[in-house]
């Protein structure tokens, strides 16, 4: 099984990648200097334990190491991964 994670800018998504199919995404809204996170979700037949959180992190590795954006979670998946991991607090604070 390939993973992988692929910026989708044209869809205002980040989208998770098995095998070269969708399986999830983490959808987002650019607001002036923030990247808003709408939604999160990933297939539940496809589902295995880790992946959303794989999706989230190198979606917010892409923010933190190529823009100045601040992140604004709205997306209750995302913001309960932000509690959960304290050294990406810096990114809503930007």
Not at 3 to 31: F, M, T
Not at 55 to 79: E, F, M
Request: hydrophobic share 35%; with cysteine.
């Amino acid at each position: 099984m390939s993973l992988s994670v692929e910026k989708q800018p044209d869809q205002s998504r980040y989208a998770l990648l098995q095998d070269g199919e969708v399986i999830g995404v983490a959808e987002y809204e650019l607001r002036h200097d923030a990247i808003v996170f709408t939604h999160t979700e990933v297939d539940p037949e496809k589902r295995e334990k880790g992946m959303a959180s794989t999706l989230v992190r190198t979606a917010l590795d892409d923010v933190r190491d190529n823009s100045d954006l601040r992140v604004i979670a709205s997306c209750p998946y995302v913001r309960s991964w932000l509690s959960e991991h304290p050294d990406y607090a810096e990114l809503q604070k930007r």
